[in-house]
């Protein structure tokens, strides 16, 4: 059994737990924490009752050192890369839930997170944890960036088009509505629960730090700069992101071209599974799971492509897909402890 | 009193009578319904108690002439023109919620909604009924096409810009995320509890009925024909459309442009509040009201504009609206029975 | 126009504010804030733009003594009572929606709320502020205890079996389901939408603090001590109460005679809807509205009664009663501000 | 590889399909529908894309006698008894999830049910199939009668006391919240998302078909009448039930005593997780698994018991506990694929 430390106790660090309990290779060795310290894990998230021995314990990186061989931080901003530089030091592998190695820019990850890069010389090392697009880099590295929620929804619902240079690299709208753990554990008004239920709105409005994640990747798809507008609403859910994005399709691009490069791109992937003409994703139908479901729908006529794609984004979007890299980095199989479906109704 | 007649029985229809039962000088005087014959109207919904002793009857188009003065419409699509031609030939004004009046070519109309249009020769009668827009044709109609739900909220934030020839009239992409009750109360799969809680969809892709309604009318207010792709989204709640619109600025177009073209636009409405800049509507604050709320941003850089709306579906989106459109029709204050307050939370 | 003051800014505030914005003869003169200081009340509640122009202001004792002949107390234990016995000496009526004048034994106050009570002495001047019961009273006071959201669904439910010795004194058990606006705006975990969603759980299971407030009224209405076993539920919705009350019908007692005494006891009662046989409340029947709607079962054979009621705890559970009672206390009419329906779907 | 058939493809159905996806030892030889012959099940279902290859059929008994070993039964009550007498003739084992086999009593069921009971012959062959009371029983018969959602629960709360003597066998209270996939997905008013959101109601009061069952089995385990009053309550959300029994303790018990009944009878219980002392039960903790969490409170000073407990309707209460049944039944593991944690958040 391979030892695993987790740093963090949120939503994030629960669906780890959870999702790593039945792995059969993997043995979670500890979980760090500010707020529960010795409190058992499974006492904070009583769901994990009998399924979690762990108790949560102060920070403390030589432990991490001595014991594990792969660490998932799963933390705020700018607290990963001091972290991450010394355990990759000591050859302790990580993978960071966290924004601090997405940006390949360490000049945008400062204007948008507004703190100072702490370990901008391992950006190069760290490798973008989408396995549907970096597998092989995956494969090798010491550092996984792990993708953002709705970079993940994005990204797998776009690149396809533009790798293949189908559609403009302007004027891509792009539209998501997500559930409310994404925004975590913490307290904070916009998380209350009556101040999201039976209501909808739009937020971070031209300014969430996920755009620039999501115009990184898909320039580097499109192998030139791709300019997005993108918006995040919240819903009253707990799970899921639906993303619908919206594209011009370029002169003489035709349907069956636009069906083809998804059929291509992901004819071998177990997690993303690309529904049938005249069907569009539902969030219920991959809640709980690592899939991501993509629709397509063209219209010839206005020239336009809209590509709508759903996934869980505490599985999928987070420690289902990290718990994926963990899985290539150490050459398992790559369904082990993912391959669930999602629970409905 | 003006006595008022109400065909159908539905959730708008349900809607109209409580907002009617604080009209100073509306009463309404009977409601037809087909399964709900015989019962009192405020059995069939218990809130109504103590707000409405009506009992529901059969349809009596007779009934109506001899009685009212007004006939509200809710009916599905098709069924309202033969009634209405009717009833206006007797001198009783009409205010349909359905769709049969809404669009001016009967040939689009056939198209989406396939049936034949009964009554075209009325198109160019009705008015459709946006009071921001159309508040002085209201004034002297027979007709009142009262708008579609996801219509109004598109057509109110979008209308000032194209009207003012701010933004281009292509490439413009409207998302709407809609509460259930806008699918009604007839039993269907897709408004089945299990269905919709805890997820999100969208619906009707590349092919909802009220795409040609708000191209008609941001076409008409732009003078010029305006291209939209509009995708709708369904929300786990009840009540509320958020609707997000993106459009390209023209050149040279400032951010206090668009602005003041809200501004100037909405002056002296009642019931639509520009909200400040950096704040977005947030569906509960309209909820049970009669109010749309705009939120506008303007990204100069990428020379975008956001324009975001939010409404109440069952009411700025269909019954509020309506009494709205019928107290101008009667010379009324505008705002009779329809002064009151979202209810949040 | 009678200026009212209001001390505190959470959702009982925003409810206060937003019914008193419709009444005829009251003004909200000023709002206490600490943490909102110098906001306008509309922009920390959005929903009331058009409806109010109070700024929120820091507290100021004095000003209330001064400026207002009413205040509205919305404060957390402990709080009101000081402030009470200050305005009272100035001639300052006041309505307290906190705890601090319900119970009448200041050690039982003591024991549930563990707090010393500030003023002791005016506890037999408050009236408790339930119209239905207490109407007479409160007409003449000068501080009325405003009874919390359980208490009033529940008294309102078993008073007049107890009144009339219909049943019996023990066994009788209390099992309300709320929705979260009734814990308030501030932050918790419990409230944090991901704990509540999608779930339910009984919480305070033995030691709610409205335990003795139901036991104190009910013992009244019974003449004798009543023994109660009362359980609330975290339901998730924004509003709304049910109460199921189980009590135990005495020797010889029958269905008519029960029936007979909540039509008796209610037959003029303006917000006190009891259903017809057969019919049970739901919370959405009295969403947003000051009703409180009550349903009634007998079965003969085991000798029981179930009697269900529902409430819109901000509304006849809180803020709606408190304007009930202004208008009780300054002889307006009773239903001012009040006569509206709830809001469905 | 067991083969196994379903009939029927309602909610029930589909989270048999989910769980026996990870039998190692069980395949879904067939499903039986109605409405969606020659749709593969995962069309219908499109959680399931990559878990099931079914394609939905059209009934054909005797196949199920040649194809399979074990039945499935997912009926509307009263159809299913004759299937099953003939499906156990030919050898195949039924586990019925209906209702058609729980009440030993033909006159019950034929009271409660409405219908004439078409095999009561078989009535004494079928095993009440709760593992936690009947696993002998269950090993060697060929009809399990797989208890109802609210039964499951409640028997399992309060067995242990009824049992060990400890409390009274009169005067118990159980006010038990669903969620609504328990009413299935046919289509109904009450299940109409618009009908159950943002409220709470009690239904079938006084009348539901799970009393005589709760009552049957309570009886049962205190080996002499058992009387209860329960009462159902809906609850906006999809999947849970909790349930609280309120009963009275018999003189001299104390709190170890109730407290020692549940950690005997459950000692060995790998699906029952009795809390800890001040932790009471969330439906969440349980989301999409087969546990039953307990919380027990005991008031001496009253002389009550507080029982507590959380099932998800779909797991514990149907489709997982009666996999856990089949388990039982062929000898295998009895957690085998229903060894998952529930979902949260």
Chains 1, 2, 3, 4 share one sequence.
């Not at 997500?178 to 913490?186: E, F, L, P």
């Not at 994703?281 to 709508?308: C, E, L, M, Q």
Request: glycine share 8%.
């Amino acid at each position: 059994m391979i030892p695993v430390g987790i740093i963090g106790d949120g939503y994030t660090a629960a669906e780890l737990v959870r999702v790593l309990s039945r792995h059969r290779r993997a043995r979670v060795a500890t979980v760090f924490s500010t707020e529960n310290i010795d409190k058992g894990f499974a006492e904070v998230y009583p769901h994990l009752l009998r399924f979690s021995e762990v108790i949560c314990e102060k920070a403390d990186i030589d432990k991490l050192k001595r014991e594990c061989q792969v660490v998932f931080l799963a933390l705020p901003h700018g607290l990963s890369a001091p972290i991450v530089r010394e355990l990759i030091g000591s050859g302790v592998r990580c993978i960071d839930l966290g924004a601090d190695f997405r940006l390949k820019d360490p000049k945008i990850y400062e204007e948008y997170y507004e703190v100072t890069h702490e370990a901008p010389e391992l950006l190069d090392v760290a490798v973008y944890g989408l396995p549907e697009i970096y597998r092989e880099k995956i494969r090798g590295t010491m550092i996984v960036a792990n993708p953002g929620c709705f970079p993940t929804g994005a990204i797998l619902a776009l690149a396809p088009l533009l790798k293949e240079g189908l559609v403009e690299t302007e004027n891509i709208v792009i539209d998501s509505k997500t559930g409310v753990s994404g925004a975590g554990r913490s307290l904070k008004l916009a998380s209350h629960f009556c101040e999201v239920n039976e209501g909808v709105k739009a937020y971070s409005v031209g300014s969430h730090r996920h755009a620039p994640e999501i115009a990184q990747e898909l320039s580097f798809a499109a192998g030139q700069e791709v300019e997005i507008t993108f918006t995040p609403h919240l819903i009253p859910m707990s799970r899921g992101i639906l993303t619908t994005a919206y594209v011009k399709l370029r002169p003489g691009v035709t349907e069956e071209q636009v069906r083809q490069a998804f059929a291509d791109q992901y004819a071998d992937e177990h997690f993303v599974r690309v529904l049938p003409e005249g069907t569009y994703p539902h969030t219920r139908w991959v809640y709980g799971s690592n899939f991501v479901d993509i629709g397509i729908f063209v219209d010839d006529k206005k020239r336009r492509a809209i590509i709508i794609s759903a996934i869980d984004n505490l599985n999928k979007g987070a420690s289902g897909q990290a718990v994926q890299n963990f899985n290539i980095m150490f050459g398992l199989e790559e369904t082990e402890a993912l391959d669930f479906a999602g629970i409905f109704p």
